[in-house]
């Protein structure tokens, strides 16, 4: 039977769901962006998560968090929407570009566990008023993580806009995986894609390039990426897999919901980020996968990880 455990993360509360038998579970920070510190399978831990709450608050590198109401990196932050102009905080100073939304930065309320022998779930919700004038349209947005003994760490979203009109969003997710002690040791598998080229403030030129690099499973190596990437191919699902150390797992994700993903491996070399993404960078600005929720209407999107063993 999977068991809840809950204990202080600094100012927080982390919710750790585990299965003592199997070592399955994971944990989360539902006050700070509902921010998952680990994901247990057979009780190895493949998430590269804040392990302080310290770290947690100083956000570096944004692990494991939501990017929404869109991913990546928003020119100037700057756009346009229904005929009136908005301004995100810079809060990326080597681009001068607003990143990742402020989802990451909000308390979300946990609203239901379920626990059983085979399965452990936790939701929970952000009430968003519109309080912020970069984005003064409100929402409540339910986020559902849960794991099964099955191997999957599965995460869904819904929204509902409670806005008197249509609202922009895209989604992302930013976890960093780390199988075994280098990056450079992990073999990476990409599905058929195109790197999208972007100008030295990583804003999109407009143009693609095909990427076939990592079409069959080769190993990282020297390989350095802070990239976005367009999906190609017939497939309806598509999988972001690594392998190193023993482990293997693997980031499956609809081409229709997630058509573009973003692979980073960041300085220091001993982890690497698979983060789906709903849309392009920039979509704000370019339309490219930008998500319009009518009045009253509301949006939902899935995707899992799935681990295969030791």
């Known amino acids: 039977m999977f068991e809840l455990t809950q204990s202080p993360f600094g100012k927080y509360r982390r919710y750790t769901l585990h299965h003592p038998e199997t070592g399955d579970g994971f944990s989360i920070v539902p006050e700070r962006g509902a921010n998952v510190l680990e994901i247990h399978f ?3 831990n493949v998430l590269d998560g804040y392990q302080t709450p310290d770290e947690l608050e100083a956000g570096k590198w944004g692990k494991s968090a939501l990017l929404f109401p869109f991913p990546n990196r928003l020119r100037d932050g700057q756009y346009s929407w229904l005929g009136h102009d908005y301004t995100f905080p810079i809060n990326s100073a080597a681009t001068r570009n607003a990143i990742h939304g402020f989802v990451r930065d909000e308390a979300f309320e946990v609203v239901r566990i379920e626990l059983t022998t085979e399965s452990a779930e936790l939701s929970c919700r952000l009430d968003y008023r519109g309080h912020h004038a970069w984005y003064p349209f409100p929402f409540l947005l339910e986020v ?10 599965n ?3 819904f929204l509902k806009n409670r806005h008197r009109e249509a609202i922009p969003l895209g989604l992302g997710w930013h976890p960093y995986f780390r199988l075994t002690d280098r990056a450079a040791d992990h073999y990476l598998h990409l599905p058929s894609c195109s790197m999208v080229d972007i100008d030295e403030r990583m804003i999109p030129t407009g ?3 095909p990427y076939p690099d990592f079409a069959a499973e080769k190993l990282l190596g020297k390989t350095t990426l802070d990239n976005c990437f367009a999906v190609e191919g017939e497939h309806p699902l598509y999988h972001l897999s ?3 150390g023993g482990h293997a797992l693997a980031l499956a994700a609809s081409k229709d919901l997630f058509p573009y993903f973003q692979v980073f491996t960041p300085p220091g070399g001993d982890t690497i980020a698979l ?3 709903t849309c392009n960078v920039n979509a704000f600005q370019n339309g490219d ?3 319009t929720v009518p009045a009253a ?3 939902t999107a899935a995707f899992r990880v799935e681990y295969y063993g030791g």
């Not at 559902?144 to 760490?153: A, P, Q, V």
């Open 155 to 157: 995460a869904s979203f």
């Open 289 to 291: 996968g930008l998500v």
């Open 207 to 209: 143009a693609r390039t």
């Open 144 to 153: 559902t993580f849960s794991i099964t003994n099955r191997n999957e760490f």
């Open 297 to 299: 209407g509301d949006w």
């Open 275 to 277: 983060e789906p993404m």
């Open 42 to 44: 057979g009780g190895f």
């Open 242 to 244: 690594l392998r190193g």
